[in-house]
């Protein structure tokens, strides 16, 4: 069955992304929409994977999940980022309809080239900020209003979102979304990215659990 979105109705002068592909993606998780925006101020482009129908008249679940080639792709242990993703999937899949919108800004923000010379540095005993500091990055260049612009614009009103970093959660309610609740993700923990965690927790206010 066809997947229907609402469109947004905000003004189209306002708007800074615009949508320009769509089509099926079937995966091992489940039937998912994958739908193609571009941004209109700047060369980025973004992806958001839709489940259901998403309405303005109740919450979905959503994620904003910023690219990780490294997690995501790879595998990689260094961080939780693909099992993240995976399970914010899984139960988008169980729940029957939502969105994850995947945006490139890889290494938050500072590139994959200069976030593998970040991984050398950590290799080398500095934590994840520490190691984007030293390059001449600030520890988190991410913006994410134009993510928040993307959920308006499928039809969303009302979201469950699926963070533990407050400052996606403060980009949607500034969108004017209505933040219902946040859902945490439950991810097979990993010694190899616990310091990570620890990180993000106590130097940029994660809501992650640490053991």
């Known amino acids: 069955m066809a997947l ?3 469109r947004n109705s905000t003004n189209v ?5 615009e949508r ?3 089509a099926r993606l079937p995966t091992e998780t489940g039937e998912f929409r994958i739908v193609g925006f571009r941004s209109l ?3 980025e482009e973004f992806v958001a994977l839709v489940k259901g129908e998403l309405r303005p008249d109740r919450s979905s679940l959503v994620r904003i999940h910023s690219q990780c080639m490294t997690g995501d792709v790879f595998g990689s242990i260094k961080c939780d980022c693909g099992r993240q993703l995976s399970a914010a999937m899984k139960l988008i899949e169980q729940e029957g309809h939502g969105a994850i919108v995947y945006q490139q800004q890889e290494g938050r923000g500072i590139g994959i080239i200069n976030k593998i010379r970040a991984y050398a540095l950590q290799d080398e005993g500095a934590d ?4 984007n500091e ?6 988190d260049m991410r913006r994410y209003e134009q993510c928040a612009e993307i959920l308006l614009e499928l039809g969303l009103r009302a979201v469950r ?7 996606k959660i403060r980009a949607l309610r500034q ?8 859902v945490p993700l439950a991810v097979e923990p990993h010694d190899f990215f616990a310091g990570y965690l620890k990180t993000k927790k106590e130097k940029m206010g994660h809501l992650c659990s640490v053991a």
């Open 128 to 131: 994840t900020i520490e190691a």
């Open 161 to 167: 979102v699926m963070s533990d970093n407050p400052a």
């Open 4 to 6: 229907r979105l609402v």
């Open 175 to 182: 969108a004017g979304l209505k933040v219902v609740e946040r």
């Open 134 to 139: 030293r390059l001449g990055f600030e520890a």
């Open 20 to 22: 320009v592909a769509e």
């Open 41 to 43: 101020v700047s060369a």
């Open 13 to 17: 002068a306002s708007r800074t992304v």
